[in-house]
């Protein structure tokens, strides 16, 4: 088992190194929106976890609830923070989608 970090080396060292298969244990960003899970989809490296797909869905919060929604999940209520500076003084149910590509629906 090595562990590698998810910087502008990780590409190169999949595509050398290739591992038998990955298991993604990175927190925020890169490693739950389906960045890291897309690379290695692309190069066909098998790794445990869910697909890059199901990453961006559960990333994206307002997204992630209404595809529940839509399957008859019910969610806890919540409302959706545009802003650092709203959420800031927001209750702990607000999501905070102003991370990129995240959006308010």
Same mark, same amino acid.
Request: aromatic content about 6%.
């Given at each position: 088992?090595?562990?590698?970090? @998810? ?8 595509? $050398?190194?290739?591992?038998? @298969? ?13 960045? =890291? ?8 490296? #098998?790794? =445990?976890? @869910?697909?890059?797909?199901? %990453? ?19 969610? #806890? $209520?919540?409302? %959706? %923070?545009? $802003? ?9 149910? %607000? ?11």
């Amino acid at each position: 088992m090595y562990e590698w970090d @998810a910087d502008a080396t990780l590409l190169d060292r999949l595509r $050398t190194e290739r591992p038998e @298969a990955v298991v993604v244990a990175l927190h925020g960003g890169e490693g739950e929106n389906g960045s =890291v899970q897309a690379v290695l989809e692309m190069l066909g490296v #098998p790794f =445990v976890g @869910a697909d890059s797909r199901a %990453c961006r869905l559960a990333w994206d919060k307002p997204t992630a609830k209404a595809e529940l929604a839509r399957a008859g999940l019910a969610t #806890p $209520t919540g409302s %959706c %923070c545009r $802003t650092p500076r709203s959420a800031s003084s927001a209750p702990a149910r %607000c999501w905070r989608p102003w991370s990129p590509g995240l959006a308010c629906r």
